[in-house]
Protein backbone atom coordinates (compact mmCIF):
# COMPACT_ATOMS: atom_id res chain seq x y z
CA UNK A 1 0.00 0.00 0.00
CA UNK A 2 1.21 3.56 -1.10
CA UNK A 3 0.59 6.86 1.20
CA UNK A 4 1.83 10.26 -0.15
CA UNK A 5 2.20 12.98 2.25
CA UNK A 6 -0.63 15.87 1.90
CA UNK A 7 -0.37 19.62 3.29
CA UNK A 8 -2.20 22.35 3.73
CA UNK A 9 -0.98 25.87 2.04
CA UNK A 10 0.60 26.99 5.24
CA UNK A 11 -1.70 30.34 5.58
CA UNK A 12 -4.94 27.90 5.92
CA UNK A 13 -6.22 26.53 9.04
CA UNK A 14 -9.64 24.90 8.42
CA UNK A 15 -11.00 23.26 5.92
CA UNK A 16 -13.78 26.26 6.19
CA UNK A 17 -11.43 28.32 5.88
CA UNK A 18 -10.14 26.74 2.96
CA UNK A 19 -13.52 26.70 1.25
CA UNK A 20 -13.73 30.21 1.80
CA UNK A 21 -10.82 31.59 0.57
CA UNK A 22 -11.21 29.60 -2.62
CA UNK A 23 -8.04 27.39 -1.85
CA UNK A 24 -7.10 24.18 -2.08
CA UNK A 25 -7.05 22.35 1.47
CA UNK A 26 -5.28 18.44 1.29
CA UNK A 27 -5.78 16.89 4.91
CA UNK A 28 -2.64 15.94 6.17
CA UNK A 29 -2.20 14.01 9.65
CA UNK A 30 0.51 14.15 11.84
CA UNK A 31 1.78 10.69 12.94
CA UNK A 32 3.27 10.60 16.70
CA UNK A 33 4.67 7.50 18.11
CA UNK A 34 1.96 6.63 20.07
CA UNK A 35 -0.34 6.48 17.36
CA UNK A 36 -1.40 3.19 15.67
CA UNK A 37 -1.52 3.33 12.00
CA UNK A 38 -5.03 1.82 12.19
CA UNK A 39 -5.68 5.34 14.03
CA UNK A 40 -4.04 7.88 12.21
CA UNK A 41 -5.63 5.85 8.99
CA UNK A 42 -8.94 6.47 10.45
CA UNK A 43 -8.24 10.29 11.25
CA UNK A 44 -6.40 10.80 7.60
CA UNK A 45 -9.96 9.33 6.14
CA UNK A 46 -12.46 11.61 8.51
CA UNK A 47 -10.22 14.58 7.29
CA UNK A 48 -10.71 13.56 3.43
CA UNK A 49 -14.73 13.21 3.90
CA UNK A 50 -14.91 16.56 5.93
CA UNK A 51 -12.70 18.19 3.26
CA UNK A 52 -14.50 16.74 0.22
CA UNK A 53 -11.67 16.32 -1.97
CA UNK A 54 -13.01 12.66 -3.07
CA UNK A 55 -16.62 14.02 -4.09
CA UNK A 56 -14.84 16.54 -5.80
CA UNK A 57 -13.15 14.72 -8.10
CA UNK A 58 -15.98 12.14 -8.41
CA UNK A 59 -17.63 15.59 -9.04
CA UNK A 60 -15.04 16.10 -11.91
CA UNK A 61 -14.66 12.97 -13.48
CA UNK A 62 -16.51 13.44 -16.49
CA UNK A 63 -16.92 16.96 -18.12
CA UNK A 64 -20.20 18.05 -17.73
CA UNK A 65 -21.92 21.27 -19.93
CA UNK A 66 -23.16 23.98 -18.20
CA UNK A 67 -26.38 22.22 -20.13
CA UNK A 68 -26.95 19.76 -18.23
CA UNK A 69 -24.86 21.62 -14.96
CA UNK A 70 -28.83 23.50 -15.00
CA UNK A 71 -30.70 20.97 -15.68
CA UNK A 72 -29.78 18.85 -12.79
CA UNK A 73 -29.46 22.17 -10.34
CA UNK A 74 -33.33 22.67 -11.67
CA UNK A 75 -34.25 18.84 -11.09
CA UNK A 76 -32.99 19.12 -7.67
CA UNK A 77 -34.79 22.10 -6.81
CA UNK A 78 -38.10 20.45 -8.22
CA UNK A 79 -37.53 17.43 -5.67
CA UNK A 80 -36.70 19.56 -2.98
CA UNK A 81 -39.24 21.87 -3.30
CA UNK A 82 -42.01 18.72 -3.83
CA UNK A 83 -40.32 16.78 -0.83
CA UNK A 84 -41.29 20.24 1.46
CA UNK A 85 -44.64 20.72 0.04
CA UNK A 86 -45.45 16.91 1.17
CA UNK A 87 -44.10 17.80 4.43
CA UNK A 88 -46.47 20.38 5.66
Do not use: C, W
Not at 53 to 60: C, G, P, S
Not at 71 to 83: G, I, N, V, W
Amino acid sequence: MRFARLSASSNVTSFEQARTLGGFFLPEVHISSSDSFDQALKRFNKMVQQSGVLAEARRREHYEPPSIRRKKKAAAKRRKSLKNAQRG
